[in-house]
DNA sequence: TCAGTCATGTATACAGTGTAGATTCTATAC
DNA sequence: GTATAGAATCTACACTGTATACATGACTGA
């Protein structure tokens, strides 16, 4: 990757957390760098290719995350909070991974280390890649729901739009604790350990260390 | 909601499932509608609020999906096939839902089933709310990163850019079961068992009606 | 039958987007 | 000092959403 490569991708994850993904284009980028549109054409290919290497970016954010622990417990968690905590960085992340998936390098290397956990955590091999999968699809879905507003948007108390007519029972029941201001990261934390009953329930004697 | 408006939104969700999200504009609605594209203004306010009305048409289609069962287990797996089954008539349903989320009525009425049917599976009402998060978050994701194409990119083996010369250790140890095909039908049906796992662990005695 | 009103559709225009193609500049090699 | 290569530029095109101004048609009251 050449200086000024670097360069382009720096100044459009600076856009983009700065304004937003959508204020990223060839022209704002450009001016960012001190140069015109045209010339970022010969160092980065195209839009889409600027977009696919802002999300490269991101994968080796999130790879110094992964070598600190020593159990599967540590590693899967720390990498975990960590892929929320890059999200947070970078809000535009979650809609990238999701949008446009095609990607290699550095993002292999963090399945990789979810691939280690779970196969030192006991799951049984036929089963790692889909759980890998599970774990990595509700992780980054749940930065993107944050980040993105889905969450706390949808109970109906603080609902911009209409509610329906019906009713509503479900709500009814469930008013007290909907009223509740959430703590998302205690959700997140909740959640992770939810996922963990998962592991352990699939993992078998031998290689299970637990506590 | 007027016929003109409803002639529009169908215009722009064909559209959508023929050609694509990115394929929706102005111009081309108008086209389909066979009018011209100022002339879709009075009616749907902004391009933004038509996309709202397409997500809102979405939890529409997914509501008759609800009744049909009795048991929590019938509701909740129903409304997840029923979801995962939209994503693929409508590809462009999950970016969707995750880049827009403050939509009000169906939607809310779909949340509302999840809760009914967590209570009756005997979750303990101040998990409801956060359970029904991991859950949606999961099967959205997952419905999403099927079409996206973010599943079967992944592995090393079908990923057109480059891998790192780093060692890769778990995919190493994973090599033949990374090689299988994938049945995403069987892996959703999985998925959600483990999800169930989670639901029986918070499941209290009194309200859980195990078969 | 005529005039007035109101809703709906149209036409034009503007600022923004990504990028193809042709041109100009700059810096190094001989 | 001239030739050559690489990088940056300029111009232009087809697209995007939408603000503004205008036309058209149907329906009402006299």
């Known amino acids: 990757m ?49 977009l696919d290497a802002m999300l490269e970016h991101l994968a080796g954010e999130l790879l110094p995350a992964v070598a600190a622990g020593d159990s599967w417990r540590e590693q899967l968690y720390g990498l975990a909070y960590a892929a929320r905590e890059m999200s947070r960085r970078h809000p535009w992340a979650g809609i990238l991974i999701f949008a446009r998936p095609s990607v290699a390098g550095d993002a ?16 049984p091999e036929p089963e790692v890649p889909r759980l890998e999968r599970l774990i990595s699809t509700f992780v980054v879905g749940y930065a993107l729901s944050e980040t993105a507003g889905r969450f706390g948007t949808r109970d109906p ?9 019906v009713p ?6 469930l008013q007290r604790w909907l009223e509740e201001k959430r703590d998302w990261d205690e959700e997140f934390a909740a959640d992770l350990r939810d996922l963990e009953l998962i592991i352990e329930a699939k993992a078998q004697p031998p290689g299970g260390d637990d506590h």
Chains 1, 2 share one sequence.
């Open 2 to 50: 050449t200086d000024r490569k670097q360069e382009i991708l720096a100044a459009a994850v600076a856009i983009a957390d700065e304004l937003g993904l959508d204020a990223v284009s060839m022209r704002s980028v450009a001016e960012r760098v001190g140069v015109t549109p045209m010339a970022l054409y010969p160092h980065i290919g195209s839009k889409s290719a600027l």
């Open 168 to 173: 509503l029972p479900g709500h009814a029941r």
């Open 157 to 165: 108390r603080g609902t911009r739009g209409q509610l329906p007519d």
């Open 108 to 123: 292999v290397r963090v399945t990789d280390v979810v691939y280690q956990g779970l196969l030192e955590a006991g799951v």
